[in-house]
């Protein structure tokens, strides 16, 4: 049930949930000024969480927090968060890799480069989410195969359904076979709640963030935009709108996990 209303209750909270939760008040409403006023202010918020100052400088806020170290330590494992594929269902010729499937090939990578000897991959189905067949572990691990990492080096952790749990019994996993000190791989905007939740479990962690969506070039470029940028970043955005979203997620996950005592 806390899985599901972690889910349900922030789409209240995030931008088009409660621009349309406003719309839906205004034809409530009776008092002409009242309807006029959730309009508006359900415009403000879809305008504010679409535009591009905006939505990039919260979205800073958490992926710079932790940046690319220049010299990456050895570990005794890697460990890569699920979220980056989506399941091969029809009519999908195979699993097919998202935006954040860069963790999964930065993940593939350091292992090459032989930063770590295991590589752990965490993530559980939702089957009310439509995620049913293989679990987001076992998709990884198809995609690591295809770079011809062996897979007697691939540890799977398939029962967690959020990332309190990715921490949970990926940790539990990792001390049953003596291993403490991993390098955590998922999308930078995720990785300061990631982090804290393994180290909660006792877990040392050295971060090995990617899957940046604010890089310095686009943060230079929207502090002293061209007049085309100026006037493209005027108009809300999609993209913008998902990116802040996805920002807001992380921030309300710290507030809840931390009330439930999980950091």
């Not at 889910?7 to 409660?18: A, D, F, H, Q, T």
């Not at 710079?64 to 594929?85: C, K, Q, S």
């Not at 001390?175 to 930078?188: D, H, P």
Request: net charge neutral; with cysteine; charged share 20%.
């Amino acid at each position: 049930m806390f899985v599901f209303l972690s889910k349900l209750l922030p789409l209240l909270v995030y931008p088009v949930g409660l621009a349309c939760f406003l719309l839906v008040l205004s034809l409530i409403f009776r008092r002409e000024g009242w309807k006029r006023f959730a309009v508006v202010l359900a415009l403000l918020v879809l305008w504010l969480s679409g535009n591009r100052w905006i939505s990039m400088s919260v979205v800073r806020t958490l992926e710079w927090r932790y940046l690319p170290l220049e010299n990456i330590p050895e570990a005794d494992a890697i460990v890569v968060l699920g979220g980056g594929t989506d399941a091969p269902d029809f009519p999908r010729p195979m699993v097919d890799v998202t935006a954040a499937g860069d963790r999964i090939l930065y993940g593939g990578l350091l292992y090459k480069e032989g930063k770590a000897p295991l590589i752990l991959l965490s993530g559980g189905n939702i089957s009310w989410l439509g995620t049913k067949g293989n679990s987001p572990a076992e998709q990884m691990a198809q995609i690591l195969s295809m770079m011809e990492i062996p897979r007697d080096a691939i540890l799977l952790q398939t029962q967690s359904q959020n990332t309190y749990e990715d921490a949970l019994y990926s940790s539990q996993k990792l001390k049953e076979m003596g291993l403490n000190r991993i390098l955590l791989v998922t999308s930078a905007l995720h990785m300061p709640r990631s982090v804290s939740l393994f180290e909660k479990q006792g877990i040392e962690v050295i971060p090995a963030p990617t899957d940046y969506r604010v890089t310095r070039a686009s943060w230079d470029d929207l502090k002293n935009p061209s007049f085309e940028s100026f006037v493209i970043n005027l108009f809300p955005n999609v993209s913008n709108a998902t990116a802040l979203t996805n920002a807001l997620k992380e921030y309300i996950g710290m507030i809840v996990y931390r009330m439930r005592g999980w950091l």
